[in-house]
């Protein structure tokens, strides 16, 4: 790792985390105007499951043992069914091993909410994908690449770069009869993708760092988890928090912000709205929609602005539903 000289680049680095959307669908960190578009932390933690319990108060004596039995068959019976129907919900969308990428790397920044949607699509369809988190200083791990943004997605030695770019090359990929149709500027499913990458996004950040203890927050889990020296991660946790919380401020008057949770709340009944009742964009089913709206949201579900979204607001259940369809991360060790 290229040695930082001084608090001035460490202030940098943690300026970094503050990403800077260079075009729809990538992140680059550009000294000149480092500190906009700053985005926010992942947390893979998933909802409890609920149990519940079922009592029965009287048994007669004379047929105890045989209404035990139905009742020890019933919660048997009951237990396959729940069983079934978890695993049911939970399952991803398969993909045939004849069209399934062989030898996927990921090069992201952990905080990157285009690298997320990536993320949610590869968790999604079980691509097994190795992640390799870059330094927002050296990014020394992508001097093989001469575009330096992020996210960059080997696949079986082919780069792909821009998030969108890269959805819609891995779509047709892994499902080459694929209509075109859903891809198309007019289609729902395009609508919805371009309002994630030029509306959705941009209403984040302020709402990360609203507070200065939001801005902490944020910031602790991307030092954390962020390819960061030790002195790095601590002079950019409290530099890099303080610089984004006044930041935040600008970010509000560029976007035409005026209440960040008001408009952070009226993304998420939009859309609620877009949906028409029906369980995901795409139907029974996500689509690429439903995928990059979840994965920009994802950072910050477990974030005080996530936890105040889903309380202020319907998207509660829709984002339990995408937690259970795209399951458990099929992120393998690089």
Known sequence: MRRVNGIPAICRAAGAVGVVPSGPGNYSYQYHHLFQGALFSTNSNNSSARSHWFSYNRIADDQSSRAAARVVAGTMLFSAAATTFVEEVQAKEPVQSKFRPKDVVLYQYEACPFCNKVKAFLDYYDIQYKLVEV???????????????????????????????????????????????????????????????????????????????????????????????????????????????????????????????????????????????????????????????????????????GRDMVEHTRIGDWYSRMENAVGASSRTNA
């Not at 007019?186 to 990360?208: A, C, F, G, T």
């Not at 960061?228 to 401020?249: D, L, N, P, Q, W």
């Open 135 to 305: 330094n927002p200083i050296s990014k020394k791990e992508i001097k093989f690449s001469d575009y330096k943004k992020v996210p960059i997605l080997m696949v079986d030695g082919e780069q792909m770069v821009d998030s969108s770019d890269i959805i819609d090359k891995l779509a047709k990929k892994i499902h080459p009869d694929m209509s075109t149709d859903s891809l198309g500027e007019d289609s729902e499913e395009k609508k919805w993708r371009d309002w994630v990458d030029n509306h959705l996004v941009h209403i984040l950040s302020p709402n990360i760092y609203r507070s200065t203890s939001e801005a902490l927050e944020s910031f602790d889990y991307i030092t954390s988890h962020g390819n960061f020296s030790f002195a790095e991660r601590i002079t950019a946790k409290y530099a890099g928090a303080a610089a984004m919380y006044f930041v935040s401020k600008k970010l509000k008057k560029k976007y035409n912000i005026t209440d960040e949770r008001a408009a952070l709340y009226e993304a998420a009944e939009t859309w609620v709205d877009a949906l028409k009742g029906r369980d995901f964009l795409g139907g029974a089913r996500p689509n690429l929609a439903d995928l990059a709206v979840y994965g920009v949201l994802r950072p910050i579900r477990y974030l005080k602005s």
